[in-house]
């Protein structure tokens, strides 16, 4: 079955970086764009980033635009998300998302735990 699996969450100090993965599997990931939705606590989901299949092309949300880097290696099914210049507002469950053909995202990963603290 389809499966997205996310890595690299953590405790960083305000302007602090870290590396996010996502590992895909069950499906073809290379003929999919992907994108990385995040939920802080008592909001709803809010879109970061997208990128599309070949990885070529890349949009972001203007809270993290400048900031943050998404990127893939289809060869290794693997989805990345550099932040960097990292703010306490940032703090959030973070997601890779396939985004449907018919609707907003058919299948999401189980997020990790991304907290900005000093």
């Known amino acids: 079955e389809v499966q997205l699996v996310e890595s690299g969450g953590g405790l960083v100090q305000p302007g602090g970086s870290l590396r996010l993965s996502c590992s895909a599997s069950?499906?073809?990931?290379?003929?999919?764009?992907m994108s990385w939705v995040r939920q802080a606590p008592g909001k709803g989901p809010e879109w970061v980033s997208l990128?599309?299949?070949?990885?070529?092309?890349?949009a972001y949300a203007d809270s993290v635009k400048g900031r943050f880097t998404t990127s893939r290696d289809n060869a290794k099914n693997t989805l990345w998300l550099q932040m960097n210049s990292l703010k306490p507002e940032d703090t959030a469950v973070y997601y890779c998302a396939r985004p449907a053909w018919y609707d907003n995202y058919d299948y999401w990963g189980k997020g990790t735990q991304v907290t900005v603290s000093s």
């Open positions: 069950g499906f073809t990931f290379g003929t999919y764009d």
């Open positions: 990128i599309n299949r070949g990885g070529d092309s890349t």
